[in-house]
């Protein structure tokens, strides 16, 4: 239940701020020098009709990875669809046949590794917003903000180098690991994937907190409702 609330938070909550904040409310998704991680990389905002969100050019990519993670799909079958309940619990009386990753819809699950691909390319614009975050006004600083930045883009590193799907990439479809340079390269990435990849659950939960938290603390930096620490110099 748990994981069913706080996944289904996080969707209603992005596409809430990525859609309605600013054309509803006029909460602005850039203040500082700190853009909203829902709106990176920023495309063609000024090209744009007013109730048209530029986020909208962006999200599909981290929401398609998200909803088509190996991680998430185990949780939130067992959430929302009791598939299966839990370990060792059988499956519903309303079950009858277990068809899930074969048809239609679920079949689509199967583009998480091209949804891998894409996701290095917002991945590397936030890290770039995050050191451009240190420059303003003609000067440095080191804000509350782009702490935040740094912080998400570096919890979404993780999240995105723990990935199941870049451990097959960079150790599968090999049968020996230990023939040639090439393989024994591979072997040696293989393993330090596999070291972030046994704590994938904790990396796709940190960063979906860092990614609110940081979308937040800009929307309330916009209304005035805080200021930014920072050091100047
Ligand atoms: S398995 Fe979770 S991001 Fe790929």
């Not at 069913?4 to 602005?28: C, H, K, M, N």
């Not at 909208?56 to 929302?80: D, E, H, N, Q, S």
């Not at 048809?103 to 590794?113: G, T, V």
Request: net charge positive; with cysteine; proline share 6%.
């Amino acid at each position: 239940m748990a994981i069913g609330l706080v996944f289904t938070g996080f969707i209603i909550y992005s596409l809430i701020s990525s859609l309605f904040w600013l054309p509803e409310f006029g909460v602005a998704y850039e203040v500082e020098g700190y853009l909203s991680p829902f709106f990176s990389p920023l495309i063609a905002p000024g090209l744009l009709p007013p109730w048209f969100s530029p986020a909208i050019l962006v999200l599909w990519i981290p929401l398609g990875f998200r909803t088509t993670c190996y991680y998430y799909r185990k949780a939130y079958y067992r959430a929302f669809f009791f598939d299966p309940p839990a370990c060792a619990v059988g499956e519903p009386w309303f079950h009858r046949r277990y068809a899930m990753e074969r048809k239609f819809p679920f079949i689509l699950q199967n583009l998480h590794r091209l949804f891998l691909y894409l996701a290095f390319i917002p991945l590397a614009f936030l890290w770039l917003d995050a050191f451009l975050s240190l420059r303003h006004h003609d000067g440095w600083r080191i804000g509350l903000g782009g702490v935040l930045l740094f912080v998400n883009a570096a919890l979404l590193s993780g999240y995105s180098l723990s990935c199941h799907s870049l451990r097959h990439l960079v150790g599968g479809g090999l049968d020996c690991f230990s023939c040639d340079a090439r393989t024994r390269a591979r072997h040696g990435l293989w393993q330090r994937v596999t070291g972030l990849n046994r704590n994938h659950a904790m990396w796709a939960w940190a960063s979906l907190a860092s990614v609110i938290a940081a979308d937040v603390y800009i929307r309330l930096l916009a209304i005035g409702l805080i200021g930014d620490p920072a050091l100047r110099f």
